[in-house]
Nanobody, 121 residues
Framework: QVQLAESGGGLVQAGGSLRLSCAASGSIFSINAMGWYRQGPGKQRELVAS???????NYADSVKGRFTISRDNAKNAVYLQMNSLKPEDTAVYYC???????????????WGQGTRVTVST
């Protein structure tokens, strides 16, 4: 019923920038919070940033001042602008969307397929 399409990962040198995108499509009634998580090699998945339907953003301490999350409600999309990238930002990044589908009052959490970000020294 709902699909999340991620794009924007890749290989970048330390200090560089990347922009991740995630668009939700399907039988969507409403979207609440949207966010980005990441899982580095040998690490647990962790929250990177989230944004409410009203636009309030929250960031992990490790990315504050370097990453910016934004959303386009008309496109059901969330973005992550990543600047001043460091090797420790290397991970698979997953978008996460809290939404309701048409005809169902229950909120569901959907995950993107993941996009790999590699930051070289």
């Amino acid at each position: 019923q709902v699909q999340l399409a991620e794009s924007g990962g890749g290989l970048v040198q330390a200090g560089g920038s990347l922009r991740l995108s995630c668009a939700a499509s399907g039988s969507i009634f409403s979207i609440n919070a949207m966010g980005w998580y990441r899982q580095g090699p040998g690490k647990q998945r962790e929250l990177v940033a989230s944004i409410t339907s009203g636009g309030s953003a929250n960031y992990a301490d490790s990315v504050k001042g370097r990453f910016t999350i934004s959303r386009d409600n008309a496109k059901n999309a969330v973005y992550l602008q990543m600047n001043s990238l460091k090797p420790e930002d290397t991970a698979v990044y997953y978008c996460n969307v809290d939404l309701k589908v048409v005809g169902n009052p229950v909120r569901y959490i959907y995950w993107g397929q993941g996009t790999r970000v590699t930051v070289s020294t």
